[in-house]
């Protein structure tokens, strides 16, 4: 599909959850999708309702289908709901795909999706929350190294440049394993994994089951933006090497799929998140047979991006949202996470097609 005067690329892309889910819906009736809205407890900004919105379209009993997340970031959705909008707009892309079941869920993170954040309402990072919270979890103890530093009691110059002679001083890739991989310290601080399964985790488990339950293969796409090239779909697996999940990936995508635990993905980031939706697949169904990736889209510079997701965790915890620096902060958030460029959409949905194409293949293939 490429832009064009009746439905450009932009059309399929909105400036605000309620526009997203809006067009969501919309598309999900163009494409006869059956449609179920999840109410999620909370309120967008504005006061609106939030909901997980599952689409489903294909035939109900496929033995394959495809899953494609939009929002486990929050502000990230705004990618992944551009894409699944796009595509329930598009008969001849569905087409392609062929005999398998697709769906599509419009908001795994409502709240943040909502607010501009990546996190949710008890300000955890969902990709640090699919654990098994039966068992005891690493609380990351190097996390306290930095605690300090990523909550300044000011965020400004003089906290960054504290924060940027730590770094210095101790490596980047330390940085990055004491804050990205996910920590159970700090409930107010970054990529915070919680101490139970949040209600987006308990309604996956629920949802997924349900809308699958005829089908025996399924592979999960999760649409996450901020890491990588610009406007290019890096695609990210946490299979081990060696094992069927991974060599079966590689049949699909050849050497496009990178193991983020494998060092493949080493000379972007150094960590490896605990507890992504993608990692937990084959414990949300455990009788069928699937495969999880994640797709990254590229925005910004990385450092920038991680500064982003600081000063936006100070500003929700100690700042002032309705401040100058508040709306300077939110503006960097989006500018970080999505990009408003027509190329960029494009980009992004050329990526997402050919590898719903790859999936829809790889699994009539099994």
Known sequence: MTANTAHPIASYFSESYAESREKFIAAADTANASLTAISHPGQGPDGEALYMDVACVGRQDAENAIVIVAGTHGIEGFCGAGVQIALLNNPQALARLGDV??????????????????????????????????????????????????????????????????????????????????????PQGVFYGGNHATWSNKTMHQVLPEVLALQNNVALMDIHTGLGPYGHGDLIHAYPAGTAEYTELRSWFGEEVIAINAGEYGDIVAAVPRG????????????????????????????????????????????DLDSEQGRAIKQEMRDSFYCVKDEWRQMIWDRAIWSFERMAEGLRNL
């Open 101 to 186: 079941k697709v769906i599509m869920i419009h908001g795994h993170n409502p709240h943040g999706f909502a607010w501009l954040r990546r996190v949710n309402e008890e300000n955890v990072d969902l990709n640090r929350n699919y654990v098994d919270f039966s068992e005891p979890q690493d609380p990351n103890e190097y996390y306290l190294e930095v605690k300090d530093l990523v909550l300044p009691e000011v965020f400004g110059d003089e906290s960054e440049a504290a924060m940027q002679a730590w770094i210095a001083e101790n490596g980047v890739d330390n940085y990055q394993k004491a804050v990205m991989n996910g920590q159970r310290i700090d």
């Open 276 to 319: 992504p939706i993608v990692s937990s697949l084959d414990t949300i169904l455990p009788e069928h047979r699937s495969f999880a990736i994640v797709n990254e889209y590229g925005t910004v510079d990385f450092d920038r991006v991680i500064k982003a997701i600081r000063a936006d965790n100070w500003l929700h915890i100690k700042g």
